[in-house]
């Protein structure tokens, strides 16, 4: 089965800060990418991020990180001091690209709402 | 502002009708993949064109079909709406299949009435 878990329904954090949120994914493909998009109240979806299956490296961009674990399939979303602009809902998302699959459909989480208050 | 277009921006119709949302994809992009947004179902692949033809097809109802046309661009059609098709219909695009990143359109607003 592919599926992509966000167990944090809702967040709500004080300005500055640390929070993290937490994505559990399932896939039995070897290659697959993992995304990060940030939906904020006006509803577009916004990239922050693609990781592929074989780079379990972190990655900080400014007061963003990621960190991807393969042993647990997991891949957590930090943000350092937060301010009121990170209020959004974020989705953590897989492509599986493994075997006879010829798409490279999204599969989402629930979403985690975070509210950042000042 | 990502590249991708959508058409029209909201749409209210009533119980039974048909519509059609219409997406332009970035520039020089092949592929065109359909979501919708709904509070049940949250965020889910309806159905992926490459090129013309269609590629992929997830959890679209026969009530729904698609296109994309020469020129690139797709539309959705929805037909003989029900309440439950009220959602947020997104479209995005990306190079080719199989890269990986996608391009999401600002998205279209289904209320049916």
């Known amino acids: 089965a592919q599926k992509v878990t966000q167990a944090q329904t809702e967040i709500s954090v004080v300005e500055k800060e640390d929070v993290t949120l937490d994505c559990v994914y399932e896939?039995?493909?070897?290659?697959?990418?993992l995304f990060w998009y940030k939906q904020p109240p006006s509803g577009e979806l916004v990239f922050l991020i693609r990781r592929n299956s074989f780079d379990e490296q972190n990655e900080i961009s400014g007061r963003y990180s990621w960190n991807f674990q393969k042993s647990t399939s997991s891949f957590n979303f930090t943000i350092t001091a937060s301010q009121v602009v990170d209020s959004a809902v974020y989705f953590c998302a897989l492509t599986p690209l493994g075997g006879s699959y010829n798409t490279d459909k999204l599969i989402f989480g629930t979403g985690t709402r975070l509210q950042v208050f000042p | 502002d990502s590249g991708v277009t959508q058409t029209p921006k909201h749409l209210i119709t009533a119980t039974g009708q048909r519509v059609t949302l219409r997406c332009s994809p970035r520039?020089?992009?092949?592929?065109v993949y359909w979501y919708q947004q709904s509070l049940d179902q949250g965020l889910q692949f309806l159905i992926q064109?490459?090129?013309?033809?269609?590629?992929a097809k997830g959890n679209i109802l026969e009530r729904f079909s698609a296109q994309q046309f020469p020129d690139l661009h797709s539309e959705l059609n929805l037909s003989s709406l029900e309440l439950g098709d009220s959602a947020l219909y997104f479209c995005?695009?990306?190079?080719?299949?199989?890269?990986?990143?996608?391009?999401f359109g600002p998205g279209t607003r289904l209320t049916v009435l």
């Open positions: 520039s020089g992009d092949l592929s």
């Open positions: 995005a695009s990306s190079v080719a299949s199989g890269q990986g990143r996608q391009f």
């Open positions: 896939t039995r493909d070897t290659t697959y990418y």
């Open positions: 064109y490459y090129n013309g033809e269609e590629r």
